[in-house]
């Protein structure tokens, strides 16, 4: 039976499942409706997608490096407990090699790549975990990098993939370096490499306030403008990588450290989990209520 657009519109509005799984249900049970919700159910998929709406702001994020090529990818559940469930820490490292395997540009092109295994794709393969995790789960981001000549990464995982950190330095091949630069960005949190990196937009938003600011405290006019500059200078040691005070060493800034290794930090990539996202606060009180009132 020919499988039309109207009968896989109708089956995803009913189950709320995605548009290749819908014309694969139709197509497996003869374009009978009831049959291809139930063989949905029985996949997991439709009571995957149940979950859908449910926040997902934990999990894990993690790093993959092999020969010349890295991924760092973020992966979500809702909550910390299946977080550190041995199935899905084993299901994150699986999708980050496939990730880095096959080199997908957007999340969206990942989830419809072949999977290795029985899943006929990322996406399907994800909402069979999703049934037998029973939690929602989400491949939230990622990136996959190729080092270029003389260049190295640096990888760290902190608080068992809280934080995932991935730096590329150029200028060397030492991955101990690398790796130094990684915890630091781990522990301070720069937005930048450099302040050239920083945009004048930006920067001219930060000079107004801190000049506003000093006008408010009172400070003549005439000598404003040089605190600004100097307190913008504090702004850029926050924000920027080279700027900071290394973590291993305060009495040397990070440019300064890896300078005087011969190298420079080409990029880096910082990933908290859930950072950004809007999370859940249970109210158990709330709950128990809700149920008695039932």
Not at 19 to 29: F, Q
Not at 106 to 125: C, I, K, R, S
């Amino acid at each position: 039976m020919a499988i039309s657009a109207q009968m896989v519109k109708d089956l995803r509005e009913q189950t709320g499942a995605g548009m290749m799984d819908c014309k694969k249900a139709l197509t497996e049970t003869d374009g009978d409706m009831e049959k291809a919700v139930e063989f949905l159910r029985e996949k997991g998929i439709a009571k995957a997608q149940k979950k859908a709406d449910r926040v997902a702001a934990e999990g894990l994020a993690h790093v993959v490096v092999d020969g010349n090529k890295a991924v760092i990818a973020e992966i979500n559940a809702e909550t910390d407990f299946v977080s550190k469930n041995e199935n899905f820490v084993n299901m994150v490292d699986g999708v980050t090699k496939h990730l880095l395997k096959n080199e997908p540009a957007t999340v969206e092109e990942a989830l419809t790549q072949a999977f290795d295994g029985d899943a006929e794709n990322l996406e399907a393969y994800i909402n069979d975990q999703i049934a037998k995790i029973g939690e929602k789960i989400s491949l939230r981001r990622f990136q996959v990098i190729e080092l270029g000549e003389n260049e190295a990464f640096g990888s760290y995982i902190h608080m068992g993939g809280r934080i995932g950190v991935l730096t590329v330095l150029e200028g060397t091949t030492d991955e101990t370096v690398a790796k130094d630069i990684a915890m630091h960005v781990a522990a301070i949190n720069p937005q930048y490499v450099s302040r050239e990196d920083v945009s004048a937009e930006e920067v001219e938003k930060e000079r107004e306030a801190l000049k506003k600011e000093a006008l408010n405290e009172g400070k003549p006019e005439n000598i404003v403008e040089k605190m600004v500059e100097g307190r913008l200078g504090k702004y850029f040691e926050e924000i920027c990588l080279n700027e900071q005070a290394f973590v291993k060493d305060s009495d040397q800034k990070v440019g300064d450290y890896v300078k005087a290794q011969g190298a420079n930090v080409k990029t880096f990539y910082r990933y908290e989990v859930g950072e950004g996202m809007e999370k859940k606060e249970d109210n158990f009180a709330e709950e128990v209520m809700s149920q008695v009132k039932k």
